[in-house]
């Protein structure tokens, strides 16, 4: 099993680097659209099928150690799904001609993002079923999951939808420097929780549960931070994703507008 297991993950390290080695920099793109899934499902197969109930005592616990992990499998596929400039604008001319267009150009990146979070919440289920002898388990776990892995989309959906836009720009290395902006963000958002905490406890904790996604999903609660601030934050961040999406639109118009007429 640990031979498969190797030859398995080498597998995909080779499918990555063919598919990059003869590249140039702009059109590297380490993974498909399918296959960035296929790939997370692998991730959180592997995590499920080699976790051992030690530290972990119950299954709200196991849920949130799971969402956390898939939070990052789900910015790692994103950043492999980012298409180049090159690419969107061929998709934006012809994304009208062809059905379910939305999977194979540009915008397939935030749709993949969706996909990948669905297969990690049905393997989550899988999970707590699997392992609710020594965990325990509750009817409220699934609506508990679920809400917690749309809480981490939202945030993961509009960090990659930023870098999409920053990759559009003249910037120079444009995903670098989208990556620092992201990761500023977070700084601030704990500084700014940090401050907050000094003045009042609950305050800190609150700029923390809506600014992260790791603090809207609380470390020991039945369910995620969906207060009214909550909520009206989690639309803004919503409010976001949208805007990006002009935003990333708005710089293809030129492109299409300076093309020669049929």
Request: proline share 3%; charged share 15%; hydrophobic share 50%.
């Given at each position: 099993?640990?031979?498969?297991?190797?030859?398995?993950?080498?597998?995909?390290?080779?499918?990555?680097?063919?598919?990059?080695?003869?590249?140039?920099?702009?059109?590297?793109?380490?993974?498909?659209?399918?296959?960035?899934?296929?790939?997370?499902?692998?991730?959180?197969?592997?995590?499920?099928?080699?976790?051992?109930?030690?530290?972990?005592?119950?299954?709200?616990?196991?849920?949130?150690?799971?969402?956390?992990?898939?939070?990052?499998?789900?910015?790692?596929?994103?950043?492999?799904?980012?298409?180049?400039?090159?690419?969107?604008r061929v998709w934006w001319r012809t994304h009208n001609e062809t059905r379910w267009s939305i999977f194979r150009g540009g915008w397939s990146a935030m749709a993949m993002?969706?996909?990948?979070?669905?297969?990690?919440?049905?393997?989550?289920?899988?999970?707590?079923?699997?392992?609710?002898?020594?965990?325990?388990?509750?009817?409220?776990?699934?609506?508990?999951?679920?809400?917690?892995?749309?809480?981490?989309?939202?945030?993961?959906?509009?960090?990659?939808?930023?870098?999409?836009?920053?990759?559009?720009?003249?910037?120079?290395?444009?995903?670098?420097?989208?990556?620092?902006?992201?990761?500023?963000?977070?700084?601030?958002?704990?500084?700014?929780?940090?401050?907050?905490?000094?003045?009042?406890?609950t305050q800190g904790r609150y700029f923390y549960s809506v600014l992260t996604p790791g603090g809207s999903v609380r470390a020991r609660s039945s369910q995620p931070s969906?207060?009214?601030?909550?909520?009206?934050?989690?639309?803004?961040?919503?409010?976001?994703?949208?805007?990006?999406?002009?935003?990333?639109?708005?710089?293809?118009?030129?492109?299409?507008?300076?093309?020669?007429?049929?």
């Amino acid at each position: 099993m640990s031979l498969l297991l190797y030859i398995t993950f080498g597998t995909w390290l080779v499918l990555m680097l063919l598919r990059t080695l003869t590249k140039d920099y702009e059109q590297m793109r380490p993974l498909s659209r399918w296959q960035a899934v296929g790939c997370a499902a692998f991730l959180n197969f592997t995590l499920y099928a080699l976790f051992v109930p030690r530290s972990l005592t119950d299954w709200d616990s196991f849920a949130k150690y799971m969402i956390a992990i898939n939070g990052l499998i789900l910015f790692a596929m994103g950043l492999a799904m980012l298409t180049s400039p090159e690419k969107l604008r061929v998709w934006w001319r012809t994304h009208n001609e062809t059905r379910w267009s939305i999977f194979r150009g540009g915008w397939s990146a935030m749709a993949m993002a969706g996909t990948s979070a669905a297969v990690g919440y049905g393997l989550l289920l899988w999970g707590l079923f699997t392992w609710k002898n020594a965990l325990g388990f509750e009817s409220r776990a699934l609506k508990v999951g679920l809400l917690e892995f749309a809480v981490v989309l939202i945030y993961i959906t509009r960090d990659i939808a930023f870098i999409q836009w920053c990759r559009l720009t003249r910037m120079r290395a444009p995903v670098l420097k989208g990556i620092l902006f992201v990761g500023l963000y977070y700084v601030a958002a704990i500084v700014l929780s940090v401050v907050g905490g000094v003045y009042s406890a609950t305050q800190g904790r609150y700029f923390y549960s809506v600014l992260t996604p790791g603090g809207s999903v609380r470390a020991r609660s039945s369910q995620p931070s969906f207060s009214s601030g909550g909520l009206c934050w989690y639309g803004i961040q919503l409010g976001l994703i949208v805007l990006l999406e002009i935003a990333t639109m708005a710089r293809l118009r030129p492109a299409i507008g300076g093309a020669s007429p049929r």
